[in-house]
């Protein structure tokens, strides 16, 4: 069965420092990943993805997310972070093995301090 | 542009009285998706609709049950609701496949359950 860890709750940044969000995995062969941010009482909108080739993945909003194959990760980077970027993030796992679903982290919500 | 769209944004229904909500999609997606998800946890498969085949996650409570009348809409029926079935609500779509990089779920803004 495949599982995602992401293990900081809560992250606080100040406006304009750089951010990581980690994300683990658990899957028996290389998943499809995904990083989705929510902001309060929104639906979740994609970030980006991995699903094969660059193991560095460009997404929208100026993240990117690197697929460590060794560490079984994928953490989300973001160079200077905006206040806009406040929001629930969310880590995913997918794979035609099981059937397409996605498996989710418990998400890390982000706090960006001005 | 293609979406999905989720009404009402907000329900509020009386303990034990049925509720259904609501999901309509543009993208002609083959797969409608939905999930509950409680405060600041992550979102959880209720069930999915392959086309007309529905798929029921073996933790789901007989309280809901799920319509797919075509391929644009799909809903979302709790019989009896509880207390904690006050939730937001979310539908997602997507084609059968992970494969392709434009493959992933495409989620609604949600609809919110306040059970009194």
């Known amino acids: 069965a495949q599982s995602v860890t992401q293990p900081d709750i809560h992250i606080t940044v100040s406006e304009g420092a750089s951010l990581e969000l980690r994300c683990n995995y658990s899957y028996g062969a290389t998943p499809y990943l995904f990083w989705y941010v929510q902001s309060p009482g929104q639906g979740l909108q994609l970030l980006l993805k991995y699903f094969s080739g660059d193991t560095l993945v460009q997404g929208i909003k100026g993240f990117e997310a690197e697929f460590k194959r060794s560490q079984s990760s994928f953490n989300l980077r973001k160079p200077s972070v905006h206040w806009s970027d406040a929001a629930e993030y969310f880590c995913a796992v997918g794979a035609a093995a099981a059937g397409n679903k996605l498996t989710f982290g418990g998400g890390t919500r982000v706090l960006v301090k001005p | 542009d293609a979406m999905v769209i989720q009404n009402p944004r907000y329900q509020v229904t009386q303990f034990g009285k049925p509720v259904t909500l609501s999901c309509s999609q543009t993208l002609n997606h083959n797969v409608m998706y939905w999930y509950q998800q409680k405060s600041s946890q992550a979102p959880k498969l209720l069930f999915h609709y392959y086309d007309k085949d529905f798929n029921n996650e073996a933790d789901t409570p007989d309280n809901f049950q799920s319509r797919r009348p075509n391929t644009s809409f799909c809903f979302l029926d709790i019989r009896s609701p509880g207390l904690g079935d006050a939730a937001m609500y979310l539908c997602?779509?997507?084609?059968?496949?992970?494969?392709?990089?434009?493959?992933?779920?495409?989620f609604g803004p949600g609809t919110r359950l306040t059970v009194l």
């Open positions: 997602a779509t997507s084609r059968p496949g992970l494969a392709r990089k434009t493959d992933t779920q495409y």
